[in-house]
């Protein structure tokens, strides 16, 4: 087919639109890259300017701020290109290496400032704590599992990079370096592993204690593990009683409580002996309805 003057400039209009679309495609492509570098300056002038209020900023890892920076060296934007950075201030794109660093190092600081605020959260209820208090068991096992997460998260950050001298800011709890901090952190796990296992031990002998003042009258089985959760049962016609004789025999034995909405709930449990028999719920109107709900 011969080639026409109309074919010859069809076909060139048809190839500058697709360089012309090709070459948009690209600036889309560039400025939304650049966008993304950024947010990635802009989190580490806004921790600059106000510290961890701006925690949530720091949620990608710096190998995808160098990635950005890759795929524009790629795009062919030169180093004297100027990167709109934190509160419009520019600066040239041969920085942003600098700048993806910067954005990496400040992430870790703020991971180690987590870290240490969650485990100093734990360590304020842990370290008053004697091995007398009820909930000395539990937190006895908060506190070494928090220690424990505390010192092997500030090592695994150590070892990306985080300089153990950085003088952090802990709300509620001062300043401490991550150094500091991992020292604290193997403190708790030593004194949380103390206060379990002496608490352990003397719940154990209050348990078996108060076990005792029930088996000595022949509480066993059902009725003894009931008991043991409330230290008071309301009895038929609602007398309260922690006494272990009369819990001891009692046929039916009643816990009430108030519930959101102001209604009564009533749980009512039968024996014959040690068994229980029936366990029963109900809602009541009102307090007004339990005199009649202890026959």
Not at 107 to 112: M, P
């Amino acid at each position: 087919m011969a080639i026409t003057s109309q074919n010859l400039t069809v076909f060139l209009l048809s190839t500058v639109t697709l360089l012309a679309a090709h070459g948009l495609g690209h600036a889309d492509e560039k400025d939304a890259l650049l966008s993304t570098l950024h947010d990635f300056d802009a989190a580490s002038g806004y921790f600059d300017a106000q510290g961890m209020s701006e925690a949530d900023r720091f949620d990608r890892g710096p190998d995808a701020c160098t990635a950005i920076v890759d795929q524009l060296q790629q795009l062919g934007v030169p180093p004297t290109h100027m990167v709109l950075g934190y509160m419009n201030k520019e600066w040239p794109f041969k920085k942003a290496a600098e700048r993806c660093e910067r954005y990496g190092r400040y992430r870790l600081v703020v991971q180690a400032t987590q870290v240490l605020a969650d485990a100093a959260a734990i360590w304020s209820i842990v370290e008053p704590m004697t091995d007398d208090d009820r909930d000395a068991v539990r937190f006895g096992q908060e506190g070494i599992k928090a220690g424990t997460l505390c010192a092997e998260s500030l090592a695994a950050l150590a070892a990306q990079g985080l300089p153990m001298d950085e003088v952090l800011t802990i709300a509620h709890h001062g300043t401490m370096t991550p150094a500091e901090g991992h020292a604290r952190c193997k403190v708790m796990v030593a004194k949380a592993t103390k206060l379990h296992s002496l608490a352990a031990a003397a719940a154990a002998e209050r348990n078996r204690i108060e076990r005792e003042r029930f088996t000595r009258h022949g509480v066993a089985g059902d009725r003894l593990d009931l008991l043991m959760t409330y230290e008071t049962w309301t009895l038929k016609g609602c007398m309260e009683s922690s006494d272990p004789k009369l819990l001891a025999k009692a046929r039916v034995l009643m816990r009430f409580g108030e519930n959101a909405n102001a209604t009564v709930r009533q749980r009512k449990i039968t024996f014959k002996g040690n068994k229980k028999v029936s366990d029963q719920e109900r809602t009541l109107p009102n307090w007004s309805h339990t005199d009649a709900a202890c026959k």
